[in-house]
């Protein structure tokens, strides 16, 4: 079975292959796929955890790949005029 660490460690990889894709589609496709490891990893550490006041609301993303994907974010529109 899949661990939430699992899922973070997915969604790491998709991220750093869309910073390594050079089609604008295969990297939407890439950061999309991220976010959905994210948003599972979320899911599970909050159906896991014991006291459900301190887990995360589940649409919340890791602090350091919601900063990485907000910079993807704003490199993405320059690349797409390009």
Request: net charge negative; glycine share 2%.
């Amino acid at each position: 079975m899949i661990s939430s660490d699992d899922c973070k460690t997915r969604a790491v990889e998709c991220y750093q292959a869309a910073q390594n894709a050079t089609d604008y589609d295969a990297r939407q496709t890439l950061l999309g796929l991220a976010v959905q490891w994210c948003e599972l990893a979320n899911r599970m550490d909050s159906m896991n955890s014991d006291d459900k006041s301190t887990s995360a609301s589940g649409d919340e993303l890791p602090p350091r790949l919601h900063t990485l994907l907000k910079k993807l974010d704003q490199e993405l529109p320059a690349q797409k005029d390009q």
